[in-house]
């Protein structure tokens, strides 16, 4: 029976990966629209209506590359061709960037308060002159959508802010609207649930690769005496564009706190838990355990903990790289991960499991009973948090992974070579040195998947299982 031991880190998984950077262009943006257009035919819909701001602007920037910076937006698309999109003072100039042809529309109440409004029309007007009458059908999507009749006991509960609905009933009656959120980013089958082609799976790779960066340069700065600041500092991050607040976080309240921002006076002592998290678009790298060099170093009242809590814990990850592949149960994986750290000991609260794009958390199918399928192009971030208290103590080794078939893993042979051989090897390495069986179909997406490190001030040592006797 294989049991979690001590290993030595292979050098491999600390090693920096400089991979180039991938872009969309104007034809990605445009078979994506071609998706969104089909869908809405499907659904006998004649426009889409994406509402997006500051932070949830992802699913119009999957549409356009247009991300919400200062303002509220409106994508208006029809199903029969042509996109607008409806912006602030300031989001007018910036749309620029949007790389196909789009109809950009000035509504100056999306601009800041205190701005000039000299230019301002009645929304509904606008919605008019798109092509929005009382014969359309209007497929609406804010950030999230609402099942069960827990959401004011209707039919439909629109999350967009109430003077834009109220525009819309205005240019085509109540009734002629629907919530199209679901066939975004809903279950089983919405257009952003899944990465389309290889060059998506190789933009989630770069994502991967500058996240592991970082999170390596963190761990060899992490040391006794640094304060926060000062580590956040050392981590070569760029001003690349994230999508969750970053962390470096030393000690009991820091930790328990969870989204706290580092502080120039928050000092690390060795035996300290401690939570070192990145994240760009597309990718989130986290680390939280304890800042100890051998288990001697780990606290007294942590010592207790090492095996039956943090060990526990890099199992029924483990269990869930192990279990994970294209057409295998999101209830499957639950189970894999909370048949080991089920109890309340562990604290797990969320689902262990999550779908990831240019949001952190777009959705998650991961949870008791799902019935739902893990489908090929699934980009997912292994986020499994087990917590409790008295002493605090949280663990999280957490990174994203694409699964993919064998057609699309071939598609991305032919035209990212490069990335596939990294993402070949680490499936090799995860084998050999972790012990974990890992499935072709799961594709890591940076040399730190499934190392965890159980003396944080010590990267030479890693979890991995015994090797098969």
Not at 253 to 274: F, I, N, T, W, Y
Not at 280 to 306: D, F, H, I, W
Request: proline content about 4%; overall charge negative; aromatic content about 10%.
């Amino acid at each position: 029976m294989r049991e979690v031991v001590f290993a030595p880190c292979d050098p491999f998984f600390l090693q920096e990966v400089k991979a180039g950077d991938v872009r969309f262009q104007a034809e990605d943006y445009l078979f994506r629209l071609g998706l969104l257009r089909e869908r809405l035919r499907e659904k006998g819909l004649t426009h889409a209506v994406l509402y997006g701001d500051r932070e949830h602007f992802s699913n119009i920037e999957y549409f356009t590359s247009y991300d919400c910076r200062f303002e509220e937006a409106l994508l208006v698309v029809d199903a029969r061709g042509g996109a607008s999109i409806l912006v602030g003072n300031e989001g007018l100039g910036y749309s620029e960037q949007i790389p196909y042809e789009i109809n950009r529309v000035l509504y100056q109440n999306f601009s800041l308060q205190g701005q000039p409004r000299q230019q301002l029309r009645n929304l509904s007007e606008i919605f008019g002159a798109l092509g929005i009458t009382a014969r359309s059908r209007v497929g609406l999507a804010g950030y999230k959508y609402y099942e069960g009749g827990f959401a004011c006991g209707r039919p439909y509960a629109f999350d967009v802010p109430a003077y834009i609905l109220h525009e819309l009933h205005h240019a085509c009656g109540e009734p002629n609207i629907i919530d199209f959120t679901k066939e975004l980013t809903g279950y089983p089958n919405g257009i952003r649930m899944r990465l389309h082609n290889a060059k998506d799976i190789a933009w989630a790779e770069y994502a991967g690769n500058r996240t592991a960066n970082v999170m390596l340069n963190l761990l060899k700065n992490l040391k006794p005496g640094v304060s926060e600041f000062e580590l956040s500092q050392k981590s070569n991050a760029g001003f690349d564009l994230t999508n969750v607040c970053s962390i470096v976080s030393f000690g009991e309240r820091g930790v328990a706190l969870g989204l706290k921002s580092p502080l120039m006076d928050v000092r690390l002592q060795e035996g300290d838990v401690c939570a070192l998290c990145y994240s760009l678009r597309g990718n989130n790298t986290a680390r939280v355990g304890v800042a100890a060099t051998c288990q001697n170093s780990y606290r007294e009242e942590l010592k207790p903990y090492l095996r039956s809590f943090y060990m526990k814990h890099w199992e029924a990850m483990a269990a869930w790289y192990e279990t994970a592949s294209v057409a295998c149960s999101s209830g499957a994986l639950y189970d894999a991960v909370m048949s080991r750290i089920g109890g309340a000991e562990f604290g797990v609260a969320l689902n262990p499991g999550h779908n990831v794009s240019t949001d952190e958390w777009t959705n998650s199918s991961i949870y008791k009973n799902s019935p739902v399928a893990v489908h090929d192009g699934s980009h997912i971030q292994v986020d499994i948090i087990a917590s409790n208290v008295n002493p605090v103590r949280v663990s999280i080794c957490e990174d994203a992974v694409v699964i993919a078939s064998g057609k699309l893993r071939a598609e991305l042979e032919a035209q990212y070579p490069e990335a596939y051989r990294r993402i070949v090897m680490r499936q090799q390495k995860i084998r050999e040195v972790l012990n974990i069986n890992l499935s072709d179909d799961v594709l890591p997406m940076s040399n730190l998947n499934a190392v965890c490190f159980p003396f944080m001030l010590n990267t030479d040592t890693i979890l991995a299982y015994s090797a098969a006797e």
